[in-house]
């Protein structure tokens, strides 16, 4: 990092330097300046209290606590001149939640891996301070800091001890100085606030409250309570957070004197997904909690959040929806688990769900690992079509030109660019979003042609095998049934009848086997899909997604040109900056509502021009492989009730070879004539009756 130090306002102490121009923000009570250390240039931050006092009890538990997830406390120095104290703690590079949350990109809250990553590293932050006993009593996104590291990860760091206080779980603390207004448990806001102390002490669990705001804010950019008049609605403020009915997360007050919409789920804007939002909604609400008593224990919260971590997310693709969806599965959890997930979130019940992963339909269950390039598809074995999503174009409020010669503009410029902002990256998602969207559905249609021909190359391989098997068998059979009747050989003859019926059943699979296997393999399917999509343009041609993303990125320049340029004295820069962030903004807007629009509703209807046949033919593998086993069953336990069969005449007939062998023998050896005329009696019979099995056997052979 190259630190920006003048001449002009240069401090110093024993070890660090710092510039009063490289201010990294202001506190209630102090001004945090940008320093480094003088022998090592390490850059650190400097917190400078106003009323020049060292704020003890910050300092005091800063000094005993060590954990990733808080700001780690360097030193204690006094500036060179005035003599006035500081503190030196370690530099995070990556900017306060709460401003990264005032930026239009976060507008309507994170994404989920960031989301995912401020509830881990803010949850061990605060259970390392509960193990230490200590409350922090200020949590919000303006005291949480986020670390850069060199592999583009984030750590998210508490900052900001001023208000905290060393309290068992039991301790109850009477107090004045508290945190900020929007984030303060109801208790603490009643007698640091409105200034009343009817009620008794407040606990530790002051803090859950605070962290249960934090989240809302985080998953959604705005704070969940808020009444019109802002901070000066003190006393409705009040009633807002303290009347509010169990499960209730937000409650908002949009005119002056007007209703408060309360709220139990996370607004439509944030860009969480549902399976998220399913798991972290019970997880604010029991936060979110005015009653000591009813509010969650310190252990429950890190419980659930231990929970919520450790969940896999399968990334799911609801084809007839055309919508990404996550799910959050436990470690332990099967895919009737996941089938049950995906019920929730879309009202498809298990039984009607056809999951294909890129290569079969989804089977047994293990679940397959997804991700969100390569996601499991979720079809429906009822609904063929899938319905064209609808897309409302973000609003936004236009720079008005009349004002460019206004010297009082920089306000409501400030709040146009901002809700320009908010809407330019909301329209870049939307296009993005709908470009993956484009590419998972030819990717579906890739795989599912794919996995048609390979399945039906390998049925009718198998099939065509089964028919010949069949033929042996039959042929082996016949063998044995005329060795039968030539000899006076009993046995548990097999039922002939039962195996033509499965002659014929073999070959009724085997035919519509075949007759799919030329329609997918031998004409390849994927022609009808080409002719059907000729004329459509591949998102990989038309790349509107990078068109947005450029587009955003210029818009972002503007916007920061809009935030440096100084209007009186780089008016000319200040204006074209405006005009440009419109201009964009038309582009995005034309992109979103024109381009894409087009593209995407041309494609769902040829897919559904296309799927339905697919859909019939998918079923079919299903049924055919589950008929084909069961052939494949009742021709192997025919086999197998042959096999005595054969077993036992080959016996019979090996018997009557060594008779006659015997028989043989004793003639040669016998000496009395009558006894000889008797022998050679049976060998005669044996031998005629050796010579017809023989003959007879031969003649089948
Ligand atoms: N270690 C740090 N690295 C980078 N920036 C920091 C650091 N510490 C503080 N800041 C910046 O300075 C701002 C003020 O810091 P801090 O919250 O400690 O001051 P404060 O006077 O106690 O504020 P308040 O009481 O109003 O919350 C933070 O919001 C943050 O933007």
């Given at each position: 990092?190259?630190l920006k130090?003048?001449?002009?306002?240069?401090?110093?102490?024993?070890?660090?330097?710092?510039?009063?121009?490289?201010?990294?923000?202001?506190?209630a009570?102090?001004?945090?300046?940008?320093?480094?250390?003088?022998?090592?240039?390490?850059?650190?931050?400097?917190?400078?209290?106003?009323?020049?006092?060292?704020?003890l009890?910050?300092?005091q538990?800063?000094?005993?606590?060590e954990?990733?997830?808080v700001?780690?406390?360097?030193?204690?120095?006094?500036?060179?001149?005035?003599?006035?104290?500081?503190?030196?703690?370690?530099?995070?590079?990556?900017?306060?939640?709460?401003?990264?949350?005032?930026?239009?990109?976060y507008?309507?809250?994170?994404?989920?891996?960031?989301?995912?990553?401020?509830?881990?590293?803010?949850?061990?932050?605060?259970?390392?301070?509960?193990?230490?006993?200590?409350?922090?009593?200020?949590?919000?996104?303006?005291?949480?800091?986020?670390?850069l590291?060199?592999?583009?990860?984030?750590?998210?760091?508490?900052?900001?001890?001023?208000?905290?206080?060393?309290?068992?779980?039991?301790?109850?603390?009477?107090?004045?100085?508290?945190?900020?207004?929007?984030?303060?448990?109801?208790?603490?806001?009643?007698r640091?606030?409105?200034?009343?102390?009817?009620?008794g002490?407040?606990?530790?669990?002051?803090?859950?409250?605070?962290?249960?705001?934090?989240?809302?804010?985080?998953?959604?950019?705005?704070?969940?309570?808020?009444?019109f008049?802002?901070?000066?609605?003190?006393?409705?403020?009040?009633?807002?957070?303290?009347?509010?009915?169990?499960?209730?997360?937000?409650?908002?007050?949009n005119?002056?004197?007007?209703?408060?919409?309360?709220?139990?789920?996370?607004?439509?804007?944030?860009?969480?997904?549902?399976?998220?939002?399913?798991?972290?909604?019970?997880?604010?609400a029991?936060?979110?909690?005015?009653?000591?008593?009813?509010?969650?224990?310190?252990?429950?919260?890190?419980?659930?959040?231990?929970?919520?971590?450790?969940r896999?997310?399968?990334?799911?693709?609801?084809?007839?929806?055309?919508?990404?969806?996550?799910?959050?599965?436990?470690?332990?959890?099967?895919?009737?688990?996941?089938?049950?997930?995906?019920?929730?979130?879309?009202?498809?019940?298990?039984?009607?769900?056809?999951?294909?992963?890129?290569?079969?339909?989804?089977?047994?269950?293990?679940?397959?690992?997804?991700?969100?390039?390569?996601?499991?598809?979720?079809?429906?074995?009822?609904?063929?079509?899938?319905?064209?999503?609808?897309?409302?174009?973000?609003?936004?409020?236009?720079?008005?030109?009349?004002?460019?010669?206004?010297?009082?503009?920089?306000?409501?410029?400030?709040?146009?660019?901002?809700?320009?902002?908010?809407?330019?990256?909301?329209?870049?998602?939307?296009?993005?979003?709908?470009?993956?969207?484009?590419?998972?559905?030819?990717?579906?249609?890739?795989?599912?042609?794919?996995?048609?021909?390979?399945?039906?190359e390998?049925?009718?391989?198998?099939?065509?095998?089964?028919?010949?098997?069949?033929?042996?068998?039959?042929?082996?059979?016949?063998?044995?049934?005329?060795?039968?009747?030539v000899?006076?050989?009993?046995?548990?003859?097999?039922?002939?009848?039962?195996?033509?019926?499965?002659?014929?059943?073999?070959?009724?699979?085997?035919?519509?086997?075949?007759?799919?296997?030329?329609?997918?393999?031998?004409?390849?399917?994927?022609?009808?899909?080409?002719?059907?999509?000729?004329?459509?343009?591949?998102?990989?041609?038309?790349?509107?997604?990078?068109?947005a993303?450029?587009?955003?990125?210029?818009?972002?320049?503007?916007?920061?040109?809009?935030?440096?340029?100084d209007?009186?004295?780089?008016?000319?820069?200040?204006?074209?900056?405006?005009?440009?962030?419109?201009?964009?903004?038309?582009?995005?807007?034309?992109?979103?509502?024109?381009?894409?629009?087009?593209?995407?509703?041309l494609?769902?209807?040829?897919f559904?021009?296309?799927?339905?046949?697919?859909?019939?033919?998918?079923?079919?593998?299903?049924?055919?492989?589950?008929?084909?086993?069961?052939?494949?069953?009742?021709?192997?336990?025919?086999?197998?009730a042959?096999?005595?069969?054969?077993?036992?005449?080959?016996?019979?007939?090996?018997?009557?070879?060594?008779?006659?062998?015997?028989?043989?023998?004793?003639?040669?050896?016998?000496?009395?004539l009558?006894?000889?005329?008797?022998?050679?009696q049976?060998?005669?019979?044996?031998?005629?009756?050796?010579?017809?099995?023989?003959?007879?056997?031969?003649?089948?052979?």
């Amino acid at each position: 990092m190259i630190l920006k130090i003048t001449k002009m306002a240069f401090n110093k102490s024993e070890n660090y330097v710092w510039s009063a121009r490289n201010v990294l923000g202001t506190g209630a009570t102090s001004v945090v300046y940008l320093g480094t250390n003088k022998l090592t240039g390490d850059p650190v931050a400097v917190k400078r209290f106003k009323n020049n006092q060292l704020p003890l009890r910050e300092f005091q538990i800063l000094r005993k606590i060590e954990h990733k997830n808080v700001v780690k406390l360097l030193t204690i120095e006094y500036e060179t001149l005035e003599n006035f104290p500081v503190l030196i703690t370690e530099f995070c590079n990556g900017n306060s939640l709460a401003g990264i949350l005032q930026s239009p990109k976060y507008a309507c809250g994170l994404g989920e891996q960031d989301f995912l990553s401020v509830l881990s590293d803010l949850t061990a932050g605060i259970k390392y301070l509960r193990e230490n006993q200590i409350a922090h009593r200020d949590v919000k996104p303006g005291n949480i800091m986020r670390c850069l590291k060199d592999d583009g990860t984030a750590v998210y760091k508490l900052i900001d001890f001023g208000t905290a206080r060393q309290l068992k779980e039991e301790d109850q603390f009477e107090t004045l100085d508290c945190g900020t207004f929007e984030y303060v448990h109801p208790a603490l806001y009643k007698r640091a606030i409105l200034g009343e102390f009817d009620t008794g002490g407040c606990r530790p669990a002051v803090d859950l409250w605070s962290i249960g705001v934090t989240l809302y804010q985080v998953a959604t950019g705005r704070i969940p309570f808020n009444p019109f008049g802002g901070r000066g609605a003190k006393t409705l403020m009040y009633k807002i957070i303290t009347e509010k009915a169990d499960g209730v997360i937000s409650g908002v007050q949009n005119t002056p004197n007007g209703p408060i919409i309360y709220n139990s789920t996370l607004p439509e804007s944030c860009q969480l997904s549902n399976g998220l939002q399913k798991i972290v909604t019970p997880l604010i609400a029991g936060l979110l909690e005015p009653d000591f008593a009813k509010i969650w224990s310190f252990e429950t919260f890190f419980y659930e959040v231990d929970e919520i971590l450790s969940r896999k997310v399968v990334n799911i693709f609801y084809v007839q929806n055309v919508s990404l969806i996550n799910a959050y599965l436990k470690p332990n959890e099967t895919l009737t688990d996941l089938r049950k997930l995906l019920y929730d979130q879309t009202e498809l019940s298990p039984e009607k769900q056809m999951l294909f992963s890129r290569s079969a339909i989804v089977t047994g269950v293990d679940v397959p690992s997804t991700t969100k390039k390569d996601p499991m598809y979720l079809l429906s074995r009822v609904d063929t079509a899938i319905i064209t999503p609808q897309i409302t174009c973000p609003q936004w409020n236009g720079f008005d030109s009349k004002t460019d010669m206004d010297r009082n503009v920089h306000k409501p410029d400030f709040h146009k660019a901002m809700s320009s902002g908010t809407a330019g990256y909301q329209m870049e998602r939307l296009i993005v979003k709908h470009c993956q969207q484009e590419k998972l559905i030819y990717k579906l249609i890739n795989h599912l042609s794919n996995f048609m021909n390979r399945t039906f190359e390998t049925l009718d391989y198998r099939a065509q095998h089964l028919r010949d098997k069949c033929k042996l068998l039959s042929f082996t059979a016949d063998f044995i049934k005329h060795c039968l009747e030539v000899t006076n050989y009993s046995t548990t003859t097999t039922s002939r009848k039962d195996f033509q019926r499965i002659l014929s059943e073999s070959d009724r699979i085997s035919q519509t086997i075949a007759k799919l296997h030329d329609k997918y393999v031998i004409n390849n399917s994927n022609k009808e899909w080409n002719r059907i999509s000729a004329n459509l343009k591949l998102p990989t041609t038309t790349r509107l997604d990078t068109r947005a993303n450029v587009l955003r990125e210029q818009f972002q320049q503007n916007l920061d040109c809009l935030k440096k340029f100084d209007y009186f004295n780089a008016h000319t820069e200040y204006i074209i900056a405006k005009r440009q962030i419109e201009q964009i903004l038309q582009k995005l807007k034309h992109i979103l509502m024109s381009e894409v629009m087009t593209e995407h509703g041309l494609l769902c209807e040829r897919f559904n021009e296309w799927y339905p046949s697919m859909q019939v033919d998918l079923l079919k593998i299903e049924i055919l492989t589950n008929d084909f086993d069961e052939i494949r069953r009742e021709v192997q336990k025919f086999e197998h009730a042959l096999e005595p069969d054969q077993q036992h005449y080959k016996e019979y007939v090996n018997d009557l070879k060594i008779r006659g062998q015997q028989t043989y023998n004793l003639m040669s050896r016998r000496k009395n004539l009558n006894e000889l005329l008797k022998e050679n009696q049976k060998i005669l019979t044996d031998w005629n009756e050796l010579l017809g099995i023989f003959k007879n056997t031969v003649a089948i052979t």
